[in-house]
């Protein structure tokens, strides 16, 4: 059966819109692509945070040991002289001196015993970011492969489709397919378009019951309002 030229436009039209979806997620690739790094990235940085913060809690620590070191042969240093003061007041300045020496001290101390509960703490969860991170890659991996065989199956779908589409074109009259290819250039696939009952689905005008019955006859027909190509869609 040879196909009429409204039924070859209905053809040129799915496969078209068809065709312009597949562009769509074509384009979209990189932008998923680009997110998706970003993520890891992210996983990445909060993984490598969580190995610094461990790292930073021990020079803190380490440094507060060596403060409360000197803090503790100050005050002994203090006292020994305290022992030795030769005057009542000489006696008092060392008695301050020794007040302000324990503070540090208690300070210095306290400070140790919160980093070392932090550090404890921070300690005790880096098996469950390492198990992140771990996921994370995975992840990753997994969008990697998934993503490459979608884009297979697109490319194939789109090559399919070209194909038809071209075949299709084949059909259309000379004459036809210089206007077809005029809408085609300015609306993209939306330069044809069905006609349900009489309304054109484009614009929603109503074509003639005359027009209708040569649509159905097989012939060319443009919408008078908006110059669609059209085709029979019920
Ligand atoms: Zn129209």
Redesign the pocket.
Known sequence: MIATVPATLQQAHRLRKHLRELQSEIDLGPRVAKSQLAHLAAEELAHKTAYDSVGKLKLKIRDEEGNLKQHNAQLAKFEKQLNEAGSPKEYEGKQSEIRQAKEKIGLTEEAILVAMEELENRTNALPADDKRWAEAQANFAQQQVDAKERMERILDDQRLAQEQLAHAETKLPADVKSQYDRLITRYGPDGL?GVNGRS?Q????SITEQQKAELINGKYIC?P????GLYVAV
């Open positions: 378009a054109c484009q614009c929603r005008t919408c309002n908006c110059g669609r």
